[in-house]
């Protein structure tokens, strides 16, 4: 395990290329809810300028990926994640959050 991503230095952290890929080929993801330009996974995304947290993602088209910033605004992620799921119908939302034993997924 890497310690740097137990640490608290940032919030935010790239999903692995190889991790996204693999998901990937299974859901075909439409959208990345937090992402930068430089790390995005998919062409469409939504950045920290955009605030994803204010967005209506269950208006989207296809299936959503999410590694969202971690820390202590991790909960609203996840509250979001939870609230916008119950309103989509038309795919999934697929979400990473830390885990000090492996990368967990949420699907």
Known sequence: MNNALLSSEKNYWETPHDF???LNEKYYFSFDLAA??????CENFFSEEDNSLTKAWHEL????????PYGRELRKWVKKAYEE???KHDGLHCATY?????HQLLA
């Open 20 to 22: 996204f890929k693999k």
């Open 36 to 41: 930068s330009p430089e790390n995005t996974k």
């Open 61 to 68: 088209k296809g299936n959503l990926f999410l590694n969202p």
């Open 85 to 87: 799921s119950l309103k």
């Open 98 to 102: 830390p885990s000090k034993n492996r």
